[in-house]
Structure formats: structure tokens, C-alpha cells
């Protein structure tokens, strides 16, 4: 069984700049949510994806946006980086229904 | 905005001791889940409670519910240096479909 995969593991942008993240879901899992976590902070549900399409979203502006593929995997983008979006990105892969989910090791976004 | 809290922020204990944290959220729930993360690391699942249940275990891990008072516990017996982490708790708000964690326990458990 394959776990949850995220890439990249780490990377610096500047200010203004467009990053993109991907996630490979679990084997067997159809939904994907992505969760940004500060530093010393619990992680902040971004949005998630779920056959496709977004099947829920907090508290981000529309800069952030994401894409679930066929494969269920899945991508999140960040338009326009501000130095706060500094934190670090996980994804999570769960079946629909369950709860319980399972994350990545994150992608730690640095913005300058 | 955090739906959960977890106290002490941090704990520290001698190996072998017994640690216990607490979280309080504030809306009613489905279910309440406890995660680890070791340090900038992805979170592990620990183990989930339902709204309807007061007390579960799995190994050495043992957590209560109190919906009345909007508390859970966990409660980690014999601890091990590799037990050191934060430890978070979530919640769902009543249905929704995203988890609501805590601001964390970071547990330090002295060889």
C-alpha cells in the first residue's frame, strides 16, 4: 500500500510569485485535503477535493485553488505569494465517509 | 480560527511517567480524532472517538469524551522517548467535511 506523497519537500519563492504543490493520494483513497500549517500552529483546512471537484473550502482567498486529477491525485496552487503563505503544506487523503485521514509529510513554503 | 485548544502547550515528563493532555473545542461534534507530528512532519493518526462514546483505548493510548463540558483527554501510560511529538486534537463541526485541530501539545519525554 502507498501512502501519501507530496512534492516538492521544500522550496523558496519571493513575493508576488505562483507556486504549485502535488500530492499522490493514498492507494484506494478519493478524496484530498489540503491543510497549511504555520509554524507553531495547528494545521488551517484549506479545501478539499472529492471525485474532481471541490467539496468544501475555509477560511483562503481565491488565490489559492486547487485540481484533483482522474487519478485522484491532486494539486494546489498559490497566486500572488505574500510572505504570511510561509508555512508548511500538507496534504491528506482519506475515503469518502471516513473521517480519518492520512497526510504527507507537507511541502515547506518559504516566500521571501 | 482554531475550533479546539489543547493545554498544557507543552509537557515535559521522565520516561516511563504517564502524560496527559487536554482539548476543549467549542461547537458540537460527530467525532473527535487525536493526531501526532513529529517535528515538521507530516501528522499521524492516533485514534478517533465519537460523539456517542466516553472512553476508548488502542495500546497505550487511552482518550475520554465529555460533550457536556466540550472536553476530551489523552492520556498516554508508560511514555517512551520516542513518544516525544505534538500531539493535536480535531474535530468535525457536526457533519462538515474538514477537520478543525487544536494549536497543539508538544510532549518532551526525558530518556
Known amino acids: 500500500e502507498t501512502g501519501v506523497t507530496q512534492s516538492p519537500t521544500h522550496l523558496i519563492k519571493t513575493r508576488g510569485q505562483q507556486v504549485t504543490l502535488r500530492c499522490s493520494s493514498q492507494s484506494g483513497h478519493n478524496t484530498v485535503s489540503w491543510y497549511q500549517q504555520a509554524l507553531g500552529q495547528g494545521p488551517q483546512f484549506i479545501f478539499q477535493?472529492?471525485?474532481?471537484?471541490?467539496?468544501g473550502r475555509g477560511n483562503f482567498p481565491p488565490r489559492f485553488s486547487g485540481l484533483q486529477f482522474p487519478n485522484y491525485s491532486s494539486e494546489l496552487n498559490v497566486n500572488a505569494l505574500e510572505l504570511d503563505d510561509s508555512a508548511l503544506y500538507l496534504c491528506a487523503s482519506s475515503l469518502a465517509q471516513r473521517v480519518e485521514l492520512f497526510f504527507g509529510e507537507g511541502s515547506r513554503l518559504t516566500v521571501l | 480560527s482554531q475550533q479546539g485548544e489543547e493545554d498544557p502547550q507543552a509537557l515535559s515528563i521522565q520516561e516511563g511517567e504517564n502524560a496527559t493532555m487536554n482539548c476543549s473545542y467549542k461547537?458540537?461534534?460527530?467525532?473527535l480524532q487525536w493526531y501526532r507530528q513529529n517535528s515538521g512532519r507530516g501528522l499521524v493518526h492516533l485514534i478517533l472517538?465519537?460523539?456517542?462514546?466516553r472512553e476508548k483505548h488502542s495500546g497505550r493510548l487511552r482518550v475520554t469524551l465529555d460533550t457536556s463540558k466540550k472536553s476530551s483527554s489523552l492520556l498516554i501510560t508508560a511514555s517512551r522517548a520516542a513518544d516525544t511529538a505534538s500531539y493535536f486534537c480535531a474535530t468535525d463541526k457536526g457533519g462538515a467535511n474538514n477537520l478543525f485541530f487544536g494549536t497543539g501539545t508538544r510532549l518532551t519525554v526525558i530518556p
Open positions: 472517538i465519537r460523539s456517542n462514546e
Open positions: 477535493y472529492y471525485r474532481e471537484e471541490e467539496n
Open positions: 461547537t458540537s461534534i460527530n467525532n
